[in-house]
């Protein structure tokens, strides 16, 4: 049971979802009904889809940034104390050598410009559309990949408050039973016709079962409001199974499955490393393209206006057009080995990337093997434990005869309630090993 917990706890991971329900509303899903309304609900796919579109403007501002662009311009200049120059005394008639400070323009100024630039060629701005297909199919693999593990996460929540609920049945009835069995031992022991270590052991073995099942009640609490969580739903809200554990791990053993061949293209880990592949590989496109010259063209139109006095509204204010049309052009010539470093390096991440992607591969392929392994044998272990249960089940009930007839001792009876009580643990838990090792294949096969 504390795996079930701990596993229980790692769900919270996963981002929780919002929904304006109404609390008294109770709602009931299917496994498949919860995974869809996690889908549509969970925080973490409602930033995935949030991701994508940011993703899709990303792509737009690359190339935008191509495309013309206008500026516009407005300045306007007060000379609180103007600058003075001298001129030559001669020109203002006066003595050759002497200057007569004079003071040019006026003290007030307004410009207004609007300048159009355009991108005619940057090997950069090339590498960056180029580059914006693959940030996209990352943006869409993220979010194929939040979602498969929403749809893990879902699976074992819902698993684990079957598994809570199905437990609290079953020991309810094992406590049932033994408060029978003690009140009738308690009075055989009063009017002398039985030991009093028949009645200790079943003191022993009630009080355990009792424990469990209070822990059992508080862990369907936390379950169902885990469930609630990785849904999207107030923690607080009502919410019921339609499926049972056993119906769903009969529904969830499907030896076909097993025989499935992996398509290693539909991994959606293997595509996020053909992503970094591809990120990688326009990096040092991008590094390379830092030596190519740049060219770009521009046109400007302006207006100006000069007063003594702020009257540049006024209508008979003069103002003077200008006009400027030119080219730039940019060649990288001498970096002092800066931009040879940088491509070298881009190419090294290049390298690792593709490294990475084979051991990626293999690690998928082994991920793959291990998980088909690991369903085959839940699926044999849930058989074995509804064997063993069944066995469990008839050993309890003959010792239970026994020691009525006087014929077995309170611990042999014991010993055949402990060991059906693992029993039934063990089927509980058998079943929700075959939805999750399932859950974990489909993820893998992405089927």
Known sequence: MRYYIVTLVAIMSFGIGFSQQDVADVKSFTLDEAIAFALENNYSAINADRDLIDARKQKWEVIASGLPQVNGSIAYQNQLKQPISLIPGEFAGGEPGTFVPIVFGQAQQMNATATLRQQIFDGSYIVGVQATKSFLSYSDNNKEKTQLEIRKAVTEAYGNVLLADESIAILQNNKANLEKNLFETQKLFENGLGDEESVEQ??????????????????????????????????????????????????????????????????????????????????????????????????????????????????????????????????????????????????????????????????????????????????????????NLNLAERIENKNQIKYSEGLASSFELRQAQTQLYAAQQEYLQSMVEVINRKTELETILNN
């Open 202 to 387: 079943l003191q022993i073995t009630t009080t355990n079962i009792d424990n469990q099942l209070k822990n059992a009640i508080r862990l369907s609490e936390i379950t169902r409001r885990l469930l609630n969580l990785v849904m999207g739903l107030d923690i607080d809200a009502p919410t019921k199974l339609k499926q049972n554990l056993d119906e769903l791990a009969v529904l969830q053993t499907d030896f076909d499955l097993i025989e499935t061949e992996l398509n290693i293209e539909n991994n959606v880990d293997y595509k996020l490393a053909l992503n970094l592949n591809e990120q990688r590989f326009f990096e040092w496109k991008l590094a390379k393209s830092k030596a190519l010259p740049s060219l770009n063209t521009f046109i400007n139109y302006g207006t100006s206006a000069f007063a003594d006095d702020f009257n540049f509204f006024n209508g008979d204010q003069t103002w003077f057009d200008s006009s400027i049309w030119g080219v730039d052009l940019t060649i990288p010539i001498f970096s002092s080995g800066l931009r040879g470093a940088g491509t070298k390096r881009a190419k090294l991440a290049l390298e690792k990337a593709k490294t990475q992607l084979t051991e990626a591969e293999q690690q998928i392929r082994l991920q793959t093997k291990m998980a088909k392994s690991d369903y085959t044998l839940a699926i044999e272990q849930y058989q074995t434990a509804k064997d």
